[in-house]
């Protein structure tokens, strides 16, 4: 992976959405968006080997799947979240960029209940011997 | 159609529109400019869209959201 035509692409991305904005602010927002799609479809495959190799971490570890399967999920939601609120910010709307934020925590926080309830039990379970 | 020349064709197309919309306002056709820029803006989401939505069909399938 290298990071040469990473910066290359974000950098005329950002000077492109720069020269548009004046002149067309809606083609600048997508200039901007279509240059964050673009560099994050040339990080998937790297993506991919570590997240592989974190499953198989942690199934050596002996921790059990369906923790993974939230954490995994938890990252996702966070990574899209925040392309859309950075990407809503940038075009001006702060307030829509707050919404989604707001959605993006408590889609986190109901996707990480499980979690809880089994750390929970597994408490008074100790407490109760 | 991916990479850097997708970038340059949405930033051209946006270029393009905004000098025609100039023209067709200076020409006195100012809802034939409206809609050049609609056509326009149009058209760049579209190619934008099939992006985006390989991009979340890839977060999907990886994150198995």
Do not use: W
Not at chain 2, 44 to 61: A, C, D, Q
Request: hydrophobic share 60%.
């Amino acid at each position: 992976m290298n990071i040469i035509p990473i910066i290359g692409i974000g950098l005329i991305g950002t000077v492109l959405a720069l020269t548009l904005k004046p002149i067309k602010p809606e083609a600048a927002m997508i200039v901007a968006l279509a240059t964050g799609t673009i560099i994050f479809l040339i990080l998937v495959r790297h993506l991919s080997v570590i997240i592989t190799l974190f499953t198989t971490l942690s199934n050596n570890a002996g921790i059990d799947f369906a923790f993974i399967e939230i954490i995994l999920k938890i990252v996702g939601v966070a990574y899209i979240v925040q392309l859309a609120s950075n990407t809503a910010t940038d075009s001006g709307q702060s307030a829509i960029a707050a919404k989604i934020d707001l959605s993006g925590k408590l889609c986190i926080m109901l996707l990480s209940l499980p979690i809880l309830l089994s750390l929970v039990e597994t408490i008074t379970g100790l407490m109760r011997q | 159609m991916s990479g850097v020349d997708l970038i340059f064709r949405v930033a051209g197309i946006g270029i393009v529109v905004a000098v025609l919309h100039q023209v067709l306002t200076r020409a006195g056709r100012e809802d034939q400019a409206m809609m050049t820029t609609l056509a326009g803006l149009v058209v760049v989401l579209v190619m934008v869209l099939g992006e985006i939505s390989t991009l979340f069909s890839t977060i999907k399938t990886m994150f198995n959201l």
